[in-house]
C-alpha cells in the first residue's frame, strides 16, 4: 500500500511539474542562467541589429541551417528555444498552423467574420479594432504557454479578381484601395501599433503580421491548372495599379513585420525566386525590414514541379539569393549544405536570412528574458474570448450583412405579429459554415435557426437538402412546411466542400438542386420569402433577383461565431442592415473565361470584358459596392467643393501627350512633396430618409466623364462609415490626393495623372471636377 501510494504521490508530483512547464512560455536569455546571460545578444541595452549580429557570430554552420525553416530546433548551449514561424490568425486566433494549441487553459478564441464580410463594413476603424483584438488573444495565448511563435501569416490581401476563387473569402475584396487600407488597419491593430500608426517604432511587437500572397496570386485549383504550377502573366500595367498597391501600402504604412512569396511564377520567375520582387522592390523601393517566408513547399516546387531549377541546390541558392528569409518545410534543411559545398550559396546569404529571422524574434520580446515580466506579459487569458471582443464580433457581422432585395419592405418581420416561421435550407442549422476557412475554435456555436428560434416560439426547420452540394433534395416536405407558416427563411448557399483552399469552383450558380428548392418552396408559400446566401465568392442568383416570390435576399458571407444572431437581429429588426458587397457578382456566362487569363482591362479584339468593377464590360448581378438599408439615404456635395485642379499650380512638371492626344503628367516627376501640396478636401452632406437608426457606409467614387482606354471605368477614392439616427444628417469630409486618387497606370506601368473632365460620384449624386495643366 505505501508503495502505491508513494507512486502515486510522485506521478501526481510529476504532472504538477510538467504542467508548470507546459504554462511557461518559451524564451531565450533567462536572467537565472549564468550561462546565457553574459551574452551580448542577450543585453536589452543594445541595438538589436549589434544583439543579432553576437547571435549569428556564435552559430555553426549546421545550427545556422536548423533555423531556416518553419520549425526552427532549439539551440541548448546558447539557450535558445525551438521556434515555430507558422501560425494563422486570418480572421481569429486559429489552430491552423503549428505556433498555436489549444490544449492549455485557453480552449477557444474569438471567431470573426470571415473577411470577405468584414470589408463589406468598409469600416477602417473596426478593421483596426479587430485586427487589435486578435493581436491581445494572440499575446494571451502566448503568456499561456500555449505557443511556440508568435508570427502569425495573415493578412491575405490578394486581389479577389475571378469570382471562382476558393480564397477569395479570404480577401477583403476587389478593390485595390479597400484592400490595402484594410491591410494597414489589420497590421496595426495585431501588432500592437496604434490606428493612426507611429506609435511601435522598431524595437517592440505584440504579435508579428506577414502580408501574403506575394504578388499576383489567385487561382488555386482550376481545371487542373494548379497554383503550384501556374505561371501568371500580367503586365505592369496591371502589377502597378492592380496587384501591388496592397501589398506596397501593407509595407509603406502598416509596417508589416512579415511578406509570403507566393507559390506561382510571375511572368515565368517563381515569386520566391525573384529577386526583383523581394529585395529590389519590397526592401529596396518601399523599405520593408522584416522577414520573407516562403508559403509551404514553395521551395521545393521550384525544382519538383516548375522545373525551373535544375537542381535542389539551385532552387536553395535561387531563393536565399532572391531575399526570402525562412522556408515553409524541410527544403532547406536538407539542402542548404550542399547547396554551400556546390557553392550555389554562400555563407554570407545564410546570414542574411539569419539577420531578418532573429531580429522579429527579438522584436517580439523573446529574447529579453521571461516574456510575461516584458512589455505584453501582463496580457491573460481573460483576454480571450472576453466580452469585447465578442461584442466586436458581433459588431462586425451586424454591419457586412448586406441587404441585396427587399420588395415592399418585407423586412424586418413584426417581432409581435410573426406568429410561425419556417426555417429551411443546407445551411440553417450548422455552426461550422458560418466560420468560413483558417478558423480557430470559437468561444460559442450559436447557428441561424438557434438565434432565430430567440424570436418565437414556432420555428420549424427542414435542411431541405442532404447537404450544400443538394444531390438530393426533399422538395415535398420542405414545401409542406412552406404552407403551414406565416413566414419562410431560406439558408442556402455555398460552403468548404464548395470553395476553399485548394479549390476553385467551375460554376457560379447555386450547387445540385438548390435552385429547384428555392422555387419550388417560394412558390408555395403563403408570402414572398426571405432568402439567405451564405458564401464567401459571388453567386449568381439572378433567378431570385428578379423573382417576386423571393421578397428579400441577403448575404451574409461566412460571419463568424455570432453570425447567426447577428443574421437574426436584422430580420426582425434589432439591427439595420448597411453592408455593401466588396466585389462584383457575375453571372454564369463569365465561366466562359479562363480563370488564367490576368489581365484586368476588356479587350474588344478577343470580346474579353475585364474584370472587377474599375473594368468590367458585361452584365452584372450585383455591383461592386452595392447594398440596401431599411433607411434611404441622401447626400449632396458641399457647394464650395473645388470645381477646378491645376496640376502644375506647384512647381513645373512637364506635361506629355499620350498617343491618344490626351496630355498627362506623371506622378513620380510630380515629386512627394507637390504631390501634397495638390491635396484637398471634398464634403458631403449625408442624411438618414429613413425610421431607423442606421451605420452607413459612404462610397466616393471617380469617374472620367468619357470612358478612356485603359482607365478604370470609375474609381472608389474613399470611404467612411456613419452612424445617424431616424432624421439625422452629418458631413463627411474626405481628403483627396491627386497623385493617388486621379493616376492611373499606364503601358509601361508608369502612374500618370491625365487632364480631362471627370465626376466625384456618391450613389447618384455627381460633383464635376476638370483637370488641367
Not at 475571378?162 to 488597419?185: H, I, L
Not at 529590389?280 to 522584416?290: E, H, S, V
Not at 448597411?578 to 466562359?592: E, I, N, S
Request: aromatic letters at 10%; one cysteine or more; proline letters at 5%.
Amino acid at each position: 500500500t505505501f508503495s502505491l501510494l508513494l507512486i502515486t504521490l510522485t506521478y501526481l508530483s510529476l504532472l504538477f511539474i510538467s504542467s508548470s512547464i507546459a504554462i511557461q512560455p518559451p524564451f531565450a536569455c533567462d536572467t537565472s542562467n549564468s550561462l546565457t546571460k553574459t551574452f551580448p545578444f542577450c543585453k536589452t541595452s543594445l541595438p538589436i541589429n549589434q544583439r543579432v549580429h553576437d547571435l549569428i557570430s556564435r552559430l555553426t554552420l549546421d545550427e545556422k541551417i536548423s533555423q531556416l525553416v518553419n520549425t526552427a530546433p532549439s539551440i541548448p548551449r546558447l539557450g535558445i528555444p525551438r521556434y515555430e514561424w507558422w501560425s494563422e490568425a486570418l480572421h481569429g486566433v486559429s489552430y491552423t498552423g503549428r505556433g498555436i494549441r489549444f490544449n492549455g487553459t485557453i480552449h477557444f478564441a474569438t471567431s470573426f467574420p470571415q473577411i470577405i464580410l468584414t470589408a463589406a463594413t468598409f469600416d477602417a476603424q473596426l478593421w483596426y479594432r479587430i485586427g487589435r483584438a486578435i493581436g491581445i488573444e494572440a499575446r494571451a495565448v502566448y503568456n499561456a504557454g500555449q505557443a511556440n511563435g508568435m508570427t502569425f501569416w495573415a493578412p491575405n490581401i490578394n486581389i479577389f479578381r475571378d469570382p471562382r476563387w476558393g480564397r477569395g473569402q479570404e480577401t477583403p475584396g476587389e478593390d485595390p484601395m479597400v484592400t490595402g487600407k484594410y491591410a494597414v488597419s489589420y497590421v496595426r491593430g495585431i501588432q500592437g501599433d496604434s490606428f493612426q500608426g507611429g506609435k511601435l517604432g522598431d524595437e517592440s511587437l505584440q504579435a508579428s503580421a506577414c502580408c501574403k500572397h506575394f504578388t499576383a496570386y489567385d487561382l488555386d485549383n482550376w481545371k487542373n491548372t494548379t497554383r503550384y504550377v501556374f505561371d501568371a502573366r500580367v503586365t505592369v500595367q496591371d502589377l502597378a495599379d492592380t496587384y501591388q498597391p496592397p501589398f506596397r501600402r501593407c509595407v509603406e504604412e502598416g509596417k508589416a513585420s512579415g511578406i509570403m512569396c507566393a507559390y506561382n511564377r510571375v511572368n515565368g520567375i517563381p515569386s520566391c525566386a525573384d529577386y526583383n520582387l523581394l529585395s529590389k522592390t519590397a526592401r529596396g523601393l518601399w523599405g520593408f525590414q522584416g522577414y520573407i517566408t516562403s508559403d509551404c513547399d514553395a521551395v521545393s516546387i521550384i525544382y519538383d514541379a516548375q522545373g525551373y531549377a535544375k537542381s535542389p541546390e539551385d532552387a536553395v541558392g535561387d531563393v536565399l539569393k532572391a531575399g526570402m528569409d525562412v522556408n515553409c518545410g524541410s527544403y532547406l534543411q536538407k539542402h542548404t549544405k550542399s547547396a554551400v559545398q556546390k557553392k550555389k550559396v554562400t555563407e554570407n546569404d545564410i546570414d542574411r536570412a539569419l539577420t531578418n529571422l532573429f531580429s522579429i524574434r527579438m522584436r517580439l520580446g523573446l529574447f529579453n528574458g521571461n516574456p510575461v515580466q516584458n512589455p505584453f506579459g501582463n496580457i491573460g487569458s481573460v483576454e480571450v474570448c472576453s466580452q469585447e471582443h465578442q461584442d466586436i464580433a458581433l459588431e462586425a457581422a451586424r454591419n457586412g450583412i448586406v441587404l441585396l432585395k427587399n420588395l415592399a419592405k418585407l423586412l424586418p418581420l413584426s417581432k409581435t405579429k410573426t406568429k410561425a416561421i419556417g426555417v429551411i435550407g443546407p445551411n440553417a442549422n450548422v455552426a461550422l459554415t458560418l466560420l468560413g476557412n483558417y478558423a480557430g475554435p470559437p468561444c460559442k456555436s450559436i447557428t441561424a435557426l438557434q438565434a432565430l428560434q430567440r424570436y418565437t416560439e414556432n420555428a420549424y426547420y427542414h435542411p431541405g437538402c442532404d447537404s450544400v452540394a443538394c444531390s438530393s433534395a426533399s422538395i415535398g416536405e420542405a414545401v409542406k412546411l412552406a404552407k403551414s407558416v406565416d413566414y419562410v427563411i431560406l439558408i442556402v448557399g455555398l460552403d468548404k466542400t464548395q470553395e476553399r483552399e485548394s479549390q476553385d469552383r467551375e460554376e457560379l450558380v447555386l450547387p445540385g438542386k438548390q435552385q429547384s428548392l428555392i422555387q419550388s418552396v417560394s412558390k408555395a408559400a403563403r408570402k414572398p420569402v426571405i432568402l439567405v446566401i451564405m458564401s464567401g465568392g459571388p453567386v449568381d442568383i439572378t433567378f431570385a433577383k428578379y423573382d417576386r416570390n423571393i421578397g428579400s435576399i441577403l448575404w451574409v458571407g461566412y460571419p463568424g461565431e455570432a453570425g447567426g444572431v447577428a443574421l437574426a437581429e436584422i430580420i426582425f429588426g434589432d439591427h439595420n442592415p448597411g453592408g455593401r458587397l466588396p466585389m462584383t457578382w457575375y453571372p454564369q456566362a463569365f465561366t466562359k473565361i479562363p480563370m488564367t487569363d490576368m489581365r484586368m482591362r476588356p479587350d474588344t479584339v478577343s470580346s474579353y470584358p475585364g474584370r472587377t468593377y474599375r473594368f468590367y464590360e458585361g452584365r452584372k448581378v450585383f455591383k461592386f459596392g452595392y447594398g440596401l438599408s431599411y433607411s434611404t439615404y441622401s447626400y449632396k456635395f458641399h457647394p464650395v467643393n473645388k470645381k477646378q485642379l491645376y496640376l502644375n499650380q506647384y512647381g513645373n512638371p512637364e506635361a506629355v501627350q499620350s498617343k491618344d492626344s490626351v496630355r498627362y503628367l506623371s506622378v513620380s516627376e510630380m515629386g512627394t512633396e507637390n504631390c501634397e501640396k495638390l491635396k484637398y478636401s471634398t464634403t458631403i452632406r449625408v442624411k438618414n430618409l429613413g425610421e431607423m437608426p442606421g451605420k452607413h457606409p459612404v462610397l466616393l467614387f471617380i469617374k472620367p466623364s468619357q470612358n478612356r482606354p485603359g482607365s478604370p471605368l470609375k474609381q472608389l477614392v474613399g470611404f467612411q462609415s456613419v452612424q445617424l439616427k431616424a432624421g439625422e444628417r452629418a458631413d463627411v469630409e474626405f481628403v483627396l490626393s491627386p497623385c493617388e486618387h486621379l493616376s492611373r497606370a499606364n503601358e509601361a506601368g508608369l502612374m500618370v495623372m491625365e487632364e480631362g473632365s471627370y465626376f466625384l460620384a456618391v450613389g447618384d449624386e455627381k460633383s464635376q471636377l476638370t483637370v488641367s495643366f
